[in-house]
């Protein structure tokens, strides 16, 4: 028997039970349209995640003071500093070769007012060379400019929140107002970039750092970002930053350099993981419902016994009867696949609308498994009934029994 | 050709045996009308079965055209059934969601015959049995002795040697089951073997050679 007449006949058995088809096909396309929709979802998270450390800057190292290992005994936690992070270690780092530039950070939160009106936000005390690392840039006026430390003059960037509950419509670039009751001048206002790991870029106030030192009364540093002259070159950076600060630290090996690719690459396996997860549960949906076509196909033979055994009189042979029942599967199993991704293609372009921000993109693999499930289901729970089928006896088949 | 050498057929119900065929042995040679008779459960149903290969006898051998099919697979058999031996059956067994020339063209199309050589065909053997304008319609659109003829245009479309209908005109009135008859009268006159079964002793008598079935014995064979 020719595949195009086989293909033809299982296809008039579909068209043939409209009913049976549309519930077959729904199940099948919810199961599909979900494997597509949710590792859509999966690598849109991965994708935004991605995006947002390099929102962070190129090229980025961390160096935090404190040391993250284990050495026996107790686990030393993050943060508690046998030796502060200065000033003096950050400018020492740039002795090395492969350190670009590098911005020091400290950050508390302060009471900030202008007149009558006053709030409590998110002060970093920082460098000019912070916007250039961070990709910030101003909407009005400018960024702190470059000064040696002791001699910064009392100046102030703030967010667009903060501009706009302190001074409303009022012109804001050269006003002056109070952090913890030191009088600082704004001379500019950052550009609204929303959120940056979950740190409102809107709504703080951006001081040099001996001022932010000064207000927090302290002489550490919270942390100093550090840019490499390249990507292949923060490895080697990293190597040199340890280095410095041991030497500065009386061989001390207190700090911990975080490299931005290394972070990267531990949320990207991660959410990779996640996107697999999901598929997978998705991909449950898809196996009930191949039971159902199992279900259905049973049905359907032993509605056709008679069919069937006519078929076999008018000298079928078996493998021809297999090869009916299941190109019957693999239509529908196709044909489901199909409609599922045509939703899924609708879902992904509802939700893009609905949320424009997040980087939506389904990936291929998505896709190209979702169909090659739908059709090893299809065909792999069509199998049962399709032997069944093919194994009847004529005789009591042609009689309907 | 056909010949049947000590058949017997024994079905085992629960613990009892049912003797269906006993050392049946007949000759039927290319051209013959035959009709067989007797009552319910006289073994003609599965006498026909049996020389149609959907069943396979206890013991004894069955030649047709010269070749023992008793030792065949099943794939052999299908292949016998598909080239030398027709059906027509009382219920007419047409799929209900195929055209009558699809119908008729089906074991052409298990045979993989391409669709231009089918159509030429089926066309053919829907005018010997004058059915060519009821070609695109399907089964529950046609009457029941139009349904009968189209059954008949679909077991004779592979030239088989053999014709066996069972009760052929058992679900039809009076003129269209003549008319039946008359096709199937027509086929047997250009050489195919025809073998009825039926209660109807008006349709028994027209065969040039009557057999009787009583208790799986053959009680008469009159010609």
């Known amino acids: 028997m020719r595949l195009a007449d086989t293909l033809l006949y299982g296809a008039g058995n579909i068209k043939g039970s409209p009913v049976r088809t549309f519930l077959l096909l729904l199940a099948m396309s919810i199961g599909v349209a979900s494997v597509v929709m949710l590792s859509t979802l999966g690598e849109a998270a991965r994708l935004y995640v991605v995006n947002q450390f390099s929102a962070l800057g190129t090229h980025l190292l961390i160096v935090l003071p404190g040391r993250s290992e284990t050495a026996g005994g107790a686990p030393p936690?993050?943060?508690?500093?046998?030796?502060?992070?200065?000033?003096?270690?950050?400018?020492?780092?740039?002795?090395?070769?492969?350190?670009?530039?590098?911005?020091?950070?400290?950050?508390?939160?302060?009471?900030?007012?202008?007149?009558?009106?006053?709030?409590?936000?998110?002060?970093?005390?920082?460098?000019?060379?912070?916007?250039?690392?961070?990709?910030?840039?101003?909407?009005?006026?400018?960024?702190?400019p470059a000064s040696d430390y002791d001699r910064a003059a009392p100046v102030c960037v703030i967010g667009e929140t903060l501009r706009r509950e302190l001074f409303g419509h009022k012109r804001a670039v050269g006003e002056r107002l109070?952090?913890?009751?030191?009088?600082?001048?704004?001379?500019?206002?950052?550009?609204?970039?929303?959120?940056?790991?979950?740190?409102?870029?809107?709504?703080?106030?951006?001081?040099?750092?001996?001022?932010?030192?000064?207000?927090?009364?302290?002489?550490?540093?919270?942390?100093?970002?550090?840019?490499?002259?390249?990507?292949?070159?923060?490895?080697?950076?990293?190597?040199?930053?340890?280095?410095?600060?041991?030497?500065?630290?009386?061989?001390?090996?207190?700090?911990?350099?975080?490299?931005?690719?290394?972070?990267?690459?531990?949320?990207?396996?991660?959410?990779?993981?996640?996107?697999?997860?999901?598929?997978?549960?998705?991909?449950?949906?898809?196996?009930?419902?191949?039971?159902?076509?199992?279900?259905?196909?049973l049905v359907s033979v032993s509605q056709r016994t008679p069919e069937i055994g006519l078929l076999k009189a008018l000298g079928a042979s078996r493998e021809q009867i297999l090869a009916l029942f299941l190109s019957e599967a693999a239509?529908?199993?196709?044909?489901?696949?199909?409609?599922?991704?045509?939703?899924a293609w609708f879902g992904v372009f509802g939700l893009d609308r609905m949320f424009p921000a997040f980087p939506l993109g389904t990936p291929a693999w998505a896709y190209l498994s979702a169909v090659i499930v739908a059709l090893l289901t299809g065909v792999g729970f069509g199998i049962m009934p399709a032997r069944r089928a093919s194994r009847l006896d004529p005789v009591s088949a042609l009689t309907g029994r | 050709m056909i010949e049947l050498r000590d058949i017997n057929r024994i079905f085992e119900v629960g613990d009892e045996k049912v003797h269906?065929?006993?050392?049946?042995?007949?000759?039927?040679?290319?051209?013959?009308?035959?009709?067989?008779?007797?009552?319910?459960?006289?073994?003609?149903?599965?006498?026909?079965?049996?020389?149609g290969l959907l069943d396979k006898p206890t013991s004894g051998s069955y030649l047709l055209d010269g070749i023992d099919t008793t030792s065949m697979s099943d794939n052999q058999q299908a292949d016998v059934r598909r080239n030398k031996i027709g059906f027509v059956f009382q219920s007419f067994h047409l799929i209900s969601r195929l055209t009558a020339a699809e119908n008729i063209a089906l074991p052409l199309?298990?045979?993989?015959?391409?669709?231009?050589?089918?159509?030429?065909?089926?066309?053919?053997?829907?005018?010997?049995?004058?059915?060519?304008?009821?070609?695109?319609?399907?089964?529950?659109?046609?009457?029941?002795?139009?349904?009968?003829?189209?059954?008949?245009?679909?077991?004779?479309?592979?030239?088989?040697?053999?014709?066996?209908?069972?009760?052929?005109?058992?679900?039809?009135?009076?003129?269209?089951?003549?008319?039946?008859?008359?096709?199937?009268?027509?086929?047997?006159?250009?050489?195919?073997?025809?073998?009825?079964?039926?209660?109807?002793?008006?349709?028994?008598?027209?065969?040039?050679?009557?057999?009787?079935?009583?208790?799986g014995f053959i009680s008469e064979d009159e010609r």
């Open chain 2, 109 to 215: 199309t298990l045979a993989g015959m391409p669709p231009k050589q089918r159509d030429k065909r089926v066309m053919d053997v829907l005018e010997s049995v004058g059915l060519t304008e009821r070609a695109e319609h399907r089964p529950d659109q046609l009457s029941g002795g139009q349904r009968q003829r189209v059954a008949i245009a679909r077991a004779t479309i592979m030239r088989p040697t053999i014709l066996l209908a069972d009760e052929p005109t058992g679900n039809l009135d009076q003129s269209s089951g003549e008319s039946v008859i008359e096709v199937l009268e027509a086929l047997n006159n250009d050489g195919i073997i025809l073998l009825v079964v039926t209660h109807d002793p008006d349709i028994g008598g027209r065969a040039r050679r009557r057999i009787r079935m009583v208790d």
């Open chain 1, 331 to 343: 239509l529908l199993s196709l044909i489901g696949a199909a409609s599922g991704i045509l939703i």
């Open chain 1, 178 to 297: 109070k952090i913890n009751d030191r009088r600082f001048r704004v001379i500019g206002i950052l550009a609204d970039r929303g959120q940056s790991f979950g740190m409102d870029m809107g709504d703080l106030v951006i001081v040099p750092t001996t001022h932010a030192m000064a207000l927090f009364d302290t002489e550490s540093l919270f942390r100093i970002i550090v840019q490499a002259t390249g990507r292949s070159a923060i490895e080697s950076a990293k190597r040199d930053i340890t280095r410095i600060i041991k030497e500065r630290h009386e061989g001390e090996d207190d700090v911990t350099v975080i490299t931005q690719d290394a972070i990267l690459a531990t949320f990207d396996r991660i959410l990779k993981a996640l996107t697999y997860t999901v598929a997978g549960i998705a991909a449950i949906s898809l196996a009930v419902a191949g039971i159902l076509i199992m279900n259905v196909m």
């Open chain 1, 77 to 144: 936690m993050l943060g508690t500093t046998p030796r502060d992070l200065t000033l003096e270690d950050a400018d020492a780092l740039l002795r090395s070769p492969y350190v670009k530039d590098y911005a020091p950070i400290v950050v508390g939160s302060a009471p900030v007012s202008h007149g009558s009106l006053e709030r409590e936000v998110t002060v970093i005390g920082t460098s000019a060379s912070y916007a250039t690392i961070r990709e910030l840039e101003t909407a009005q006026g400018r960024f702190l």
């Open chain 2, 20 to 51: 269906a065929l006993q050392d049946i042995r007949l000759t039927f040679e290319p051209g013959e009308y035959v009709s067989i008779m007797g009552p319910s459960g006289s073994g003609k149903s599965t006498l026909l079965n049996i020389l």
